[in-house]
């Protein structure tokens, strides 16, 4: 079992920028590779991005390139999001996630955190 505690999330006005945290415990952190993702009201979870296990790796979907930077810290057991140049459209409920591989298929990640709202205001 990974338990996942996502922190971070807020208020902020557009062209502004939040960290968002997310910690885990249980099982051996620096074995999974970690995803972010996001839902907002009336639509499907969506993958952000995600780091795999070493950090050497990563993907972002299209909207966020250039904008977002996922990394981890595996002596902390933390991955983070820093999110720039946030939009409106940015607006949802972002949750951590942990697979045993490195993914862009939401169906692979197994554990999951409670998720953070994020709210950007035009």
């Known amino acids: 079992q990974v338990q996942l505690v996502e922190s971070g999330g807020g208020l902020v006005q557009a062209g502004g920028s939040l960290r968002l945290s997310c910690a885990a415990s249980?099982?051996?952190?620096?074995?999974?590779?970690m995803g972010w993702f996001r839902q907002a009201p009336g639509k499907e979870r969506e993958l952000v991005a995600t780091i795999g296990s070493s950090g050497l790796i990563t993907y972002y979907r299209d909207s966020v390139k250039g904008r977002f930077t996922i990394s981890r810290d595996n002596a902390k057991n933390t991955v983070y999001l820093q999110m720039n140049s946030l939009k409106p459209e940015d607006t949802a409920v972002y949750y951590c996630a942990a697979s045993t591989r490195f993914s862009v298929v939401i169906g692979t990640y197994d554990y999951w955190g409670q998720g953070t709202q994020v709210t950007v205001s035009s």
């Open positions: 249980g099982r051996t952190f620096s074995s999974f590779a």
